[in-house]
T-cell receptor
Framework: GAGVSQSPSNKVTEKGKDVELRCDPI?????LYWYRQSLGQGLEFLIY????????KSGLPSDRFSAERTGGSVSTLTIQRTQQEDSAVYLC????????????FGNGTRLTVT | AQSVSQHNHHVILSEAASLELGCNYS??????LFWYVQYPGQHLQLLLK??????LVKGIKGFEAEFIKSKFSFNLRKPSVQWSDTAEYFC?????????????FGAGTRLAVHP
């Protein structure tokens, strides 16, 4: 079956521009996570959506970062006024019944800010 | 603050050597524990998980991990590594926070196995 799909797979943008990253989770998965993986930094939690509840935004590094999830399915991560330190791989993952179930990861979006 | 620590950032082993990767977490409540693996050029995959019961968990490819509650640890082990085990390994812990179970990852351990 289809896995978690992320688009674009690669994005190069100029410093100061806004970018939108998209995640299509596995159908029926109620939980959706965004993580950031920087070189040598491991996986950094950004935001977590669970069903119709208010998202946990505690990991967003600044107010330039925002995310939404429409209809409990597709999610968009938006980074405004990008900075070079935003360069990383942005990973989306989804799971059933919240985080007690294993996460299924997408292939990520590699963002490069020049 | 809730956190997950992996003390070894880089590990280099020869084939057939034994492996143990450390993972500790800081959280006093109930946890679920996971190890994920990321092979070069691939996305993250679940290696094994612990929810309850026997604290010694066996996963795929001969890996196992032991949950020691008193030490807040969930170390990953393999008796004899292979070149194909070269990958990055992430420990992850779910912690109940703000009304939800939140999954937090450690920084990862990069394992290189030489033939």
């Amino acid at each position: 079956g289809a896995g978690v799909s992320q688009s674009p797979s690669n994005k190069v943008t100029e410093k100061g521009k806004d970018v939108e990253l998209r995640c299509d989770p596995i159908s029926g998965h109620t939980a959706l996570y965004w993580y950031r993986q920087s070189l040598g930094q491991g996986l950094e939690f950004l935001i977590y959506f669970q069903g119709n509840s208010a998202p946990d935004k505690s990991g967003l590094p600044s107010d330039r970062f925002s995310a939404e999830r429409t209809g409990g399915s597709v999610s968009t991560l938006t980074i405004q006024r990008t900075q070079q330190e935003d360069s990383a791989v942005y990973l989306c993952a989804s799971s059933q019944r919240g985080s007690n179930s294993p996460l299924h990861f997408g292939n990520g979006t590699r963002l490069t800010v020049t | 603050a809730q956190s997950v620590s992996q003390h070894n950032h880089h590990v280099i082993l020869s084939e057939a050597a034994s492996l143990e990767l450390g993972c500790n977490y800081s959280y006093g409540g109930t946890v679920n524990l996971f190890w994920y693996v990321q092979y070069p050029g691939q996305h993250l995959q679940l290696l094994l998980k612990y929810f309850s019961g026997d604290p010694l968990v066996k996963g795929i490819k001969g890996f196992e991990a032991e949950f020691i509650k008193s030490k807040f640890s969930f170390n990953l082990r393999k008796p004899s590594v292979q070149w194909s085990d070269t990958a990055e390994y992430f420990c992850a812990v779910t912690m109940f926070s703000g009304g939800y179970n939140k999954l937090i990852f450690g920084a990862g351990t990069r394992l290189a196995v030489h033939p």
